[in-house]
C-alpha cells in the first residue's frame, strides 16, 4: 500500500484525541505518522514494528465480559459475567460495607425464589462491636491499642482545626486487613469500622482503599474537611461544627429518631456582613452533596455557652432536606432484598442507551438501574446490573422486548445491595484481529509484508513484560479525527459544560456525530431532525413535531421536553432532566482528553524517570515526589490528575501543559458555577499492566506467518483494551477507518 492511500487516514490521527506519538518501548525506527505524513522521497528502508489488522470486523471479535469485586459479588454468581444460570449452594451470610452510614444487609434468598431462613444480624453485629474488638479481628501490623491512640491523636488534630489553633490536617492512618481476611467476614468488618469512625470520631471520615499488588486492604482515616470551610463564619466553630458532624454522621433515619436533635443550629458571627451568609449556605450545600436545606433566623434567643442567660444571635439552621427525606421514605418502602442482580448482553449497543432501553422495558427510574462501568458500544458485553423497585415478573416481560432491542438478560438472583459506578475488579477481553500485516517502509513509501510468528510473539512479550500506557481509549472521548470529519464527540459537550456554556452543550447534543456505529447509524428521519435543529433551534414545537420517537435518540427527545417545560432560555434545567451520570459522562470525556494530552507530555519529556515534581500513589495516597524520593518510586507508581476541584497539578513541566489548556479552553472551576461544572476529579496511573495474555493464531498465511489471531487477556477496571491493542501494533494512526466494517465502530 502506498503512503497515498493513507493520506486521509491523517484526519484520523490518535493526537487529535490527546494520544500522542509515545510508546512504553520506543520502536527502533520512524513512527507512522512521520513516514505516513512525508511526501518527499528519501533513503528510508526497514521493517516497521507497526502491524495492521482489523478490529471489531463484527461485533463477535471484540467480547468484554465483566469481573464482579469481592465487596459487591453475590456467592453463586460467577467471577466473570456470562448469562449461565448462577450456581445455587448453601445460603451464606453476605453483604457490602456502606461508607454513607446505611449498614449492612444480609442475603436472604437463594437462586430463584426459595427462601431461606438467615439468623445472623449483621447490623447487630456491627452495634454491638467496640472500636477495639473491631481491630483485634481485622487488623495486623499495628495493635488496636496503637491504632486506637493515633486515631485519638487524629481527631485532638480536627479540634485544633476548628479552634483555629492549628493548620495541620495530621497524617492520614491506614489500618490494614490481613489477606487471611479478604472473604465474607471482612466485608462486615469493614462495614463496622466505618460506622465505630463515624460514630466515634465525627471529625475524621474513613474508606476501604483497594488491595494492593500484596492482595491486602487498606482502611484509610483521615481528618473529613467536609464542612471546615466554615469555621471562620462561625461564633463558636468548636461546639457547632462538632454537632453539625455529629448530625451527619447519624444519617437522616436516626437524626429523627432523636428529641431535639433533627436540627443544627449554626451561630454566625456577630460581625459578618450579610451578604457573606450566601456563602455559608453554599458551603452546607457542598459539604452535604446537597442532602440539608439550610435557613436563617436573623433574632434567634437561645442560650450563651456560659450559661449567663439567653442571647440574640444570627443562627443558620440546618436539617435535612424534604428531597432526602422522601428518598428515605421510598428506600424504606423498598424491601432491602428487592434488588435483583442479573447479567446484561449488549450487542452494538451504547452505554446510555442500553440503560434508557433498560428503562422503557422494565418500566423503571433510571435510578434504579445500577451498573459498575461503560462498556463498549461496538463489541459483545456482559456486565452485572442490579435493578431496584422491580418484580420478578416485570423481569421476565422485559425479557421479550429487550432482545428484540439487541438485549438479553440472564437468570436473576435477589441481593441486598445496589451496584454503583466502579463496583468491578476489572474486565475479560476476547478479541479477534484480522487480516493481519507488517509494515514495511522502502525510500520513505509504505508498504506490507506477511505477519511472522516472532515477531508477533515479540510484541506480546513486550506488553506482558511492561504494559502499556494508560490512555483513555475513544469509547470514553470520542473517535479520532478533525471536528469537519467525525462531528460532536463527547469531550466536545464536556468541555462545554465545564465553561458553564450551557447552550452550547445542548446546541453540541443537538447537531450530534457525523461518523455513527452500530445501530445508531443515523436514518433519514434522524437527519431530518439535526437540520431542523440547526436551522430553527429555537421552534422547540417543530423540532419536536420531526424528532423521531422510540428508542432513537433519547437524549435528544429528554433535553428536548426540558427546553419545552423550561424554555430556551434555561438550558442548564433541560439538562438536568438527563441522569446524572449521563451529564457527568461528558465532564469526564473533557477530563480524560486532557489526560490523555498530559500523559504524552509526561512521556515524551520524562520518559520512564521518575522526576522530581512527579506525583505517586504510594499506598492508596498521592505524594509529591522530591529530590530526596526520586528513587523510592517506579514508574508505575506514577499518576496524573482528572483535573477537578479537589485534584492538585504535577510540580514539573506537565504542571503548565494542564494550565495552558486549561486557560485556551476557559475553563477555570469557579467556586460559583454551578455542579455540573466542579467535577472533583481524581488520578490516574501513566501506565498500566494487563493479566493473563494469551493469543491463539485462527489463520495462517503459511507456516511462518499469521493472518488471523485472538487475544484473550484481564485488565484492571477503567483500563482500555484499545490502549493495549494501540501498544501491541504501535501504531499512532487509526488505520480501521477505511474498512467498511470498521466504519461503524
Known amino acids: 500500500m502506498s503512503a497515498e492511500n493513507y493520506a486521509s487516514r491523517l484526519d484520523r490521527h490518535y493526537s487529535t484525541i ?40 463484527t461485533a463477535e471479535d471484540f467480547v468484554v465480559k465483566e469481573i464482579a469485586c469481592d465487596e459487591k459479588k453475590h456467592p453463586d454468581a460467577p467471577r466473570i459475567a456470562d448469562l449461565k444460570p448462577f450456581t445455587c449452594t448453601a445460603p451464606k451470610i453476605s453483604g457490602s ?34 472500636l477495639h474488638q473491631i481491630l483485634s479481628e481485622c487488623a495486623f501490623q499495628i495493635s488496636p491499642s496503637e491504632t486506637i491512640q493515633k486515631l485519638n491523636d487524629l481527631h485532638d488534630a480536627a479540634v485544633n482545626l476548628l479552634k483555629g489553633t492549628s493548620d495541620d490536617c495530621g497524617n492520614v492512618i491506614d489500618v490494614i486487613i490481613s489477606e487471611s481476611r479478604a472473604n465474607e467476614s471482612s466485608a462486615l468488618l469493614r462495614g463496622a469500622f466505618h460506622k465505630a469512625i463515624r460514630r466515634d470520631y465525627p471529625l475524621l471520615q474513613s474508606e476501604t482503599k483497594p488491595a494492593g499488588p500484596d492482595k491486602t486492604r487498606r482502611l484509610s482515616v ?52 450579610r451578604d457573606d451568609r450566601r456563602i455559608v449556605h453554599e458551603a452546607i450545600q457542598k459539604g452535604s452533596h446537597a442532602m ?53 448482553r449488549k450487542r452494538d449497543k451504547e452505554h446510555l442507551t442500553t440503560i434508557q432501553t433498560l428503562v422503557r422495558a422494565l418500566r423503571c427510574r433510571q435510578a434504579d438501574i445500577g451498573l459498575a462501568g ?51 475488579s476489572g474486565n475479560h477481553f476476547q478479541i479477534t484481529i484480522r487480516n493481519l500485516r507488517r509494515v514495511t517502509v522502502v525510500n520513505n513509501q509504505e508498504g506490507t509484508k506477511a505477519l511472522n510468528v516472532p515477531h508477533f510473539r515479540m510484541l506480546v512479550d513486550r506488553i506482558r513484560q511492561q504494559g502499556f500506557v494508560n490512555f483513555f ?32 452543550a445542548v446546541d453540541l447534543i443537538m447537531t450530534g456525530r457525523i461518523v455513527t456505529r452500530g445501530d445508531d447509524v443515523e436514518t433519514v428521519e434522524v437527519v431530518r431532525f439535526r437540520q431542523e435543529w440547526q436551522n ?22 429528554t433535553v428536548l421536553q426540558g427546553l419545552k417545560r423550561y424554555g430556551s432560555d434555561k438550558p442548564l434545567e433541560a439538562l438536568r432532566c438527563l441522569h446524572h451520570n449521563e451529564r457527568n459522562f461528558w465532564v469526564s470525556a473533557y477530563q480524560s482528553y486532557l489526560w490523555n494530552i498530559a500523559a504524552t507530555e509526561r512521556l515524551r519529556v520524562y520518559g520512564l524517570n521518575v522526576v522530581q515534581g512527579d506525583l505517586v500513589n504510594e499506598g492508596g495516597h498521592i505524594k509529591l515526589v522530591d529530590d530526596k524520593d526520586v ?111 470498521s466504519q461503524r465502530d
Open 18 to 57: 490527546g494520544m500522542g506519538d509515545v510508546f512504553v518501548t520506543t520502536p527502533p525506527h520512524a513512527l507512522p505518522s512521520s513516514y505516513l505524513s512525508s511526501q518527499q522521497q528519501g533513503e528510508d528502508t526497514f521493517d516497521s514494528w507497526e502491524i495492521l489488522g482489523s478490529i471489531k470486523t
Open 97 to 130: 460495607t456502606s461508607e454513607k452510614g446505611q449498614g449492612l444487609q444480609h442475603i436472604g434468598k437463594e437462586c430463584h425464589k426459595s427462601p431461606v431462613t438467615v439468623k445472623a444480624n449483621p447490623s447487630a453485629f456491627i452495634d454491638e462491636r467496640t
Open 222 to 273: 483521615s481528618i473529613s474537611t467536609r464542612f471546615l470551610a466554615l469555621r471562620s463564619f462561625l461564633n463558636n466553630p468548636q461546639a457547632d461544627l462538632l454537632k453539625l458532624y455529629r448530625y451527619f454522621n447519624r444519617g437522616y433515619e436516626a437524626s429523627i429518631k432523636e428529641d431535639g436533635e433533627d436540627r443544627v443550629f449554626l451561630r454566625l458571627r456577630k460581625d459578618l456582613p
Open 292 to 344: 440539608f436545606q439550610t435557613s436563617t433566623i436573623p433574632d434567634y434567643k437561645m442560650p450563651a455557652d456560659d450559661s449567663k442567660g439567653p442571647v440574640t444571635v444570627v443562627v443558620v439552621v440546618v436539617q435535612w432536606s424534604r428531597q432526602t427525606a422522601r428518598k428515605r421514605k421510598r428506600d424504606q418502602q423498598t424491601s432491602p432484598e428487592s434488588n435483583f442482580l442479573f447479567v446484561v
Open 374 to 424: 461503560i462498556k463498549d458500544m461496538r463489541a459483545v458485553t456482559y456486565q452485572f446490573c442490579t435493578v431496584s423497585n422491580v418484580s420478578s415478573n416485570q423481569l421476565k416481560r422485559a425479557i421479550e422486548s429487550l432482545s428484540k432491542n439487541g438485549i438479553d438478560i440472564g437468570p436473576s438472583q435477589e441481593v441486598p445491595w445496589r451496584l454503583c459506578k466502579g463496583d468491578l
Open 473 to 504: 481509549g475513544e469509547q470514553r472521548v470520542g473517535v479520532p479525527g478533525t471536528a469537519s470529519i467525525t462531528g460532536v464527540r463527547s469531550f466536545d459537550i464536556g468541555r462545554a459544560m465545564l465553561q458553564c456554556d450551557f447552550t452550547g
Open 536 to 557: 430553527n433551534p429555537r421552534d422547540l414545537n417543530k423540532c419536536w413535531k420531526v424528532l423521531p420517537k422510540g428508542n432513537k435518540l433519547l437524549r435528544e427527545q
Open 631 to 741: 528513587e523510592n518510586f517506579s514508574i508505575y507508581q506514577v499518576v496524573l490528575p482528572l483535573v477537578g476541584t479537589t485534584t492538585v497539578f504535577p510540580q514539573n513541566a506537565v504542571r503548565s501543559t494542564y494550565e495552558e489548556i486549561l486557560m485556551k479552553d476557559g475553563i477555570s472551576f469557579s467556586n460559583t458555577a454551578p455542579s455540573e461544572s466542579l467535577p472533583k476529579g481524581g488520578y490516574r496511573h501513566v501506565l498500566a499492566k494487563c493479566d493473563d495474555l494469551k493469543f491463539e493464531i485462527r489463520e495462517k498465511d503459511t507456516d511462518e506467518s499469521i493472518k488471523v489471531v485472538t487475544l484473550s487477556f484481564e485488565l484492571p477496571r477503567g483500563c482500555y483494551a484499545t490502549s493495549l491493542l494501540r501498544e501491541l501494533m504501535v501504531t499512532t494512526v487509526d488505520r480501521t477507518f477505511t474498512s467498511s466494517a
